[in-house]
């Protein structure tokens, strides 16, 4: 076995949400600038890994380990877990009422550049690089001095967390249902923005039900969640043939194989 | 004196309880120093007519102001304490109280900054109050070559030039008695409220404020104010006459968490606008609010009230109201001339065993007047924030326009928001909106934050910060920035 050590490892995670227990058993690998796509049924536990990841004080951690680059995330706050390098890009990203956009986004760099000991960033330097990254997502200039999310529709939303993306440059991102809500365009921005950052080593796991994205993404692996555990795993045939016949008949085949 | 009776004395003291008067004597700090001759510097505790008597003689005063306060006390014995707020408030001995002490000779004040409290300056570092202001203070003894002198001589030279009067309370008393005669008591009569006639009675200094006619004041009258209003006493009182088509704009106060030894505070602010003037007044109010138990702190008990004397007259009130154990406080505008305008934005921040009961009253009498509420509560710890505002209009008021908007949020479980908005309007077209919102701050909200990178305490502030945003802007730019890092500092601990 001489394959490198992952980025994220993941083993036997089990996680409850209130008394239920939503993830049984979960255990991956993903290596840098490799995409992961998870599929499965709603309910089946695809966004609870996420905010589980990312420490969600509603997901408790029952069991199980997560490493990032070696280190023990279960261990950490959620603030430093996203200063260890974890983005997660929210199903219903929240608003903040009153905080401009662009401030918001330097608050969260200037933490991470504190945490790792750096000088804050430069005020106009960062406005120039925001207004750069709205640009290349075909973003208005104006949705930086926007207050975050207030009054933005869904796809703007979702298109706000590509922004942010973009501009933190995590070392592994978890995409949940990023496209829901956004138009053509803005599926286009996503993987324009997700071939970028992945030839740039960032990893990626991608929460999707759509094919043609999925297609467009080039994944390494695509995994069927069922019931709080991986119940297949594949390449982009499986996504496919997800597509093709649904959940209900892809859990009937694979109990028959 | 009952067990919970209140030390007005000094704030940071414990009760006194039933100990031996030797031991008293020697646990009080030796007060006399050098100063020999301290006694006349100050008045035995007591209120009654020949105190009022010697403040005056003191402040060697016209005979028309020393009836003027004989009158006042003679209505405030007559009132009672009044008890609508939502505030519990222990019994105060008046009759306890020192109504007179000349401020503190600098040989009783510390030395350098070494001798003062390290958590004190480790706000002001927090808050990032230049290091020139910090000694002044904090109370520090400071040599009359200090910067800030020379600032405030360029100051004074620019305002006379342009016939802006701009002194203390008691200078003008002396210099431009014939304004104070005309004008003091016009908006808060003597027997306006128990506190107001208090005041009235026994008001110690503060500020006066002529700008006369067609003069824009040439800047904000508040650099200045924040390094010399030392030691104001607890009894302050301002006076502001703005003259047909001028433009103020007055700070009072400042970031900085200032500490004083009267427990007790009742303020008197009068504004008045002619025709076609507009005033500007901003408060910064960051008294010491106790501490995390509850002991000690500020009770600071104020009236305010701006006539909008004259046609299409604008009174702006903005206030950040983060210190004080207790706040009753309504800032208000009595619209009288026709189309004349009147503004409250405000902001109350209460943390831990704080109370805060605000909100501003607008009286509409004259035709196509308009005002504007903005109020944003934000309750932590134990505290209970209470917005209370009357809108009146009178039969006379034609058109009369209202909008308010009243905004709370609430940090942790033990807190409270309470609002009590009145509208009383004696005429049918009259438009009065009202806007109310009651918020937590959401773990969603904060969970969002946290995964960006920025902590509980950062997330917090910063979700405050959009919260007060919309009266943040009213404030003077350059003090924006510093409300933000006052509201930050007072809510510490309140999340995770």
Redesign the interface.
Known sequence: MTQPTPLLQVRDLRVNVGERTVLHSVSLDVQPGQLVVLMGANGSGKSTLGMALAGHPHYSVQGGQALLGGQDLLQLPAHERARAGLFLSFQSPPDVPGVKNNFFIRTALNAMHEARGQEPLDAFDFLASAKKAAKDLGLPEAMLARPVNEGFSGGERKRNELLQLSLLKPRLALLDEIDSGMDVDGVRAVVALVQKLRSEGTAFIVISHYLQMIEQLEPDAVLRLDQGCIAEAGDLELARSIARTGFARARAQAAEA | MTSETVNLGAPDAQPVQQAPALEQALARPYQHGFVTDIESDSLPPGLDEDTIRAISRKKKEPQFLLDWRLAALKRWRAMELPDWARLKIAPIDFQALSYYSAPKSMKDRPKSLDEVDPKLLETYEKLGVPLHERAALAGVAVDAVFDSVSVGTTFRKQLADVGVIFCSFSHAVQNHPELVEKYLGTVVPQGDNFYAALNSAVFSDGSFVYIPKGVRCPMELSSYFRINAQNTGQFERTLIIAEEGSHVSYLEGCTAPQRDENQLHAAVVELIAHDDAFIKYSTVQNWYPGDENGRGGIYNFVTKRGLAAGKRSRIAWTQIETGSAITWKYPSVVLRGDESNGEFHSIAVSNHWQQADTGTKMIHLGKNTTSRIVSKGISAGHAQNSYRGLVRVNAGAEGARNHTQCDSLLIGPHCGAHTFPYVDTARADAVVEHEATTTRI????L??????????Q??TA??V??????VLEELPMEFALEAKALLAVSLEGAVG
């Open positions: 959401s773990e969603e909200r969970f969002y934050c946290e995964q960006r990178g920025i902590d509980a950062e997330a910063l979700i910060g959009g919260f007060c945003q919309a």
